[in-house]
């Protein structure tokens, strides 16, 4: 067959018509579609708030702020995630404390975590990463000896189940992405959820500029004046993203069954393969499957990246270790060595094609792609 992209997006004609009403209705931007979602998507997780924003990224800064973390703070996190994490601490004035990760699965160890804490620490930012929660009822009996509050980067993270517990239902808040590729996408967007009806308060009011009302308060019915209570940002999700949301909750069950079956098929392929390892989803735990990564000899990473290419499966690297990066080198002087298991992850990362659109066929053709290519490495 022909080229296997490496990711297509799910959305249907039907989610296209609904847009389209959208675009003859009043409201393009923050209005009713925005809160029918915020409600939908608090139901979905079972907590009791969710604020739209424009991005994952929005929502970690956002949640941030809204604890007030500012210069002079350091905020926990792992190494082994996209820069988005640990950059969102910058923006805040604060520093990046990065704790090295569990070779199983990639997520942070938390069991490494309480070393790390400080008189500065004032938050910890664990990372769903591949769509597998890390351990939150231990993370949070940690977190609350030392009172130091928890936000989930739950970026990969809609679906998941761990120890009966789904993201955003123990930390203070988690955030989401709604980016192109993500299982749940308006192609940019994000969210925040939270059981915190103040925080919940702010951090609407930080994403429209500090005012006390939004546009929808404002213009709907006799007009309001407004006020600025804070110096806040622009950061606020549309009606026009918030229906193709609205539209895609109800197909995530079925949708997540099909990713599930692909990434099966992907493991019991690679597990005879001499020189491929990948994460593992815990025992009784529910992975959302966002990605499906493999580890190949670091010194053959790059060339099976080229390879697959060549051979029309399409790549990505999720991700190489963030404390490695230029930026961090320089500004903090990180050195290889620092978090050895992210850095090991990070040299040993395939990202492969994973959505529900991949067809049976295309599957096969990715598992004899990879099946060809690791038998040129001996």
Known sequence: ???????????????????????????????????EFEQAFARWLGVDHAVGLSSCTAALFLSLQALDVGPGDEVITTPMTFMATSNAILHCGATPVFVDVEPETGNIDVRRIERAITPKTRAIIPVHLYGTMVD????????????VPVIEDAAHAVEPVRDGVRPGQLGRTACFSFYATKNLTCGEGGAIVTNDAELAERVRRLRSHGMSKGAADRYTGRYQHWD?????????????????????????????????????????????????????????????????TMWVPPDRRDETLAALQDRGVGVAVNYRAVHLLS????????????????????????????YPGLSDEAVQTVIDTVRTVAATWS
């Not at 018509?17 to 925005?34: D, Q």
């Not at 939150?136 to 009172?147: G, V």
């Not at 990713?259 to 009784?284: L, T």
């Open 1 to 35: 067959m022909g080229k296997v992209e490496f990711y297509r997006h799910a959305l249907m004609s039907e989610d296209v018509e609904a847009l389209v009403e959208v675009l003859n209705s009043v409201f393009l931007t923050t209005g009713p579609r925005t809160a």
């Open 327 to 354: 930026y961090y080198r320089s500004r903090f002087g990180y050195e290889r060595g620092a978090f050895p298991n992210a850095e090991l992850i990070g040299d040993r990362t395939v990202t492969l094609p994973l």
């Open 136 to 147: 939150m009822r231990c993370l949070m009996e940690l977190a609350n000896r030392h009172q």
């Open 228 to 292: 600025m209570l804070e110096l806040g940002y622009k950061a606020n999700l549309t009606d026009l993203q918030s229906v193709l949301l609205l539209r895609q909750l109800p197909r995530l069950e079925h949708q997540l069954a099909r990713r599930e079956s692909v990434a099966q098929r992907y493991e019991a392929a690679f597990r005879d393969i001499e020189g491929i390892d990948y994460p593992r989803v815990p025992a009784g735990a529910r992975g959302a499957r966002h990605l499906f």
